[in-house]
T-cell receptor
Framework: QKEVEQDPGPLSVPEGAIVSLNCTYSNSAFQYFMWYRQYSRKGPELLMYTYSSGNKEDGRFTAQVDKSSKYISLFIRDSQPSDSATYLCAMRLNTPLVFGKGTRLSVIA | DTGVSQDPRHKITKRGQNVTFRCDPISEHNRLYWYRQTLGQGPEFLTYFQNEAQLEKSRLLSDRFSAERPKGSFSTLEIQRTEQGDSAMYLC????????????FGPGTRLTVL
């Protein structure tokens, strides 16, 4: 079992839909949880980070962490075609980030 | 642009050649990281520096790989005797030590070994 599991998709939704992206993990010691967005052939771009459990909201994006279930989510409201990208979850205890495989999202106009 | 920069953006080389990549972090960031990403996978950690000290190396960093950060600013990653399996995107990231230590990534160097 990998430390971080993420469904690679692809996930295709119509414009305006609510998107739910998820990761599960096995290491209960992880403390910091991040979501990155990566466009094709570009570097990952940090969207949000959360420390420990709880929710965090930033505009159309909401990140949730449930440490008891070892489950994290990213919700995108009112999705736009420009949201089409690969979304990577990442987490860490100490310094190196451990990434999921990424979920490829397409938002269709 | 004050983000992380990497050079070159693309490198095509023949098997057995040596290659060197450069990363310039965000100027006030004292931590610098190298990751490798292959198609359909998330980035995998290779090594990181705090200032000029290399503090951690993953087992992915074979003895053909060497990284330096001589003055605590830019860093280089060298791959000797390249193999086709080295073909990947090499990503550099930087962060502060304090707080959540959010890591900000550069655009990557795409290496193709023929």
């Amino acid at each position: 079992q990998k430390e971080v599991e993420q469904d690679p998709g692809p996930l295709s939704v119509p414009e305006g839909a609510i998107v739910s992206l998820n990761c599960t993990y096995s290491n209960s010691a992880f403390q910091y949880f991040m979501w990155y967005r990566q466009y094709s052939r570009k570097g990952p771009e940090l969207l949000m980070y959360t420390y420990s459990s709880g929710n965090k909201e930033d505009g159309r994006f909401t990140a949730q962490v449930d440490k008891s279930s070892k489950y994290i989510s990213l919700f995108i409201r009112d999705s736009q075609p420009s949201d089409s990208a690969t979304y990577l979850c990442a987490m860490r205890l100490n310094t190196p980030l451990v990434f999921g495989k990424g979920t490829r999202l397409s938002v269709i106009a | 642009d004050t983000g992380v920069s990497q050079d070159p953006r693309h490198k095509i080389t023949k098997r057995g050649q040596n290659v060197t990549f450069r990363c310039d972090p965000i100027s006030e960031h004292n931590r610098l990281y190298w990751y490798r990403q292959t198609l359909g996978q998330g980035p995998e950690f290779l090594t990181y520096f705090q200032n000029e000290a290399q503090l951690e190396k993953s087992r992915l960093l074979s003895d053909r790989f060497s990284a330096e950060r001589p003055k605590g600013s830019f860093s280089t990653l060298e791959i000797q005797r390249t193999e086709q399996g080295d073909s990947a995107m090499y990503l550099c990231a930087s962060s502060l030590v304090q707080g959540a230590g959010e890591q900000f990534f550069g655009p990557g160097t795409r290496l193709t070994v023929l």
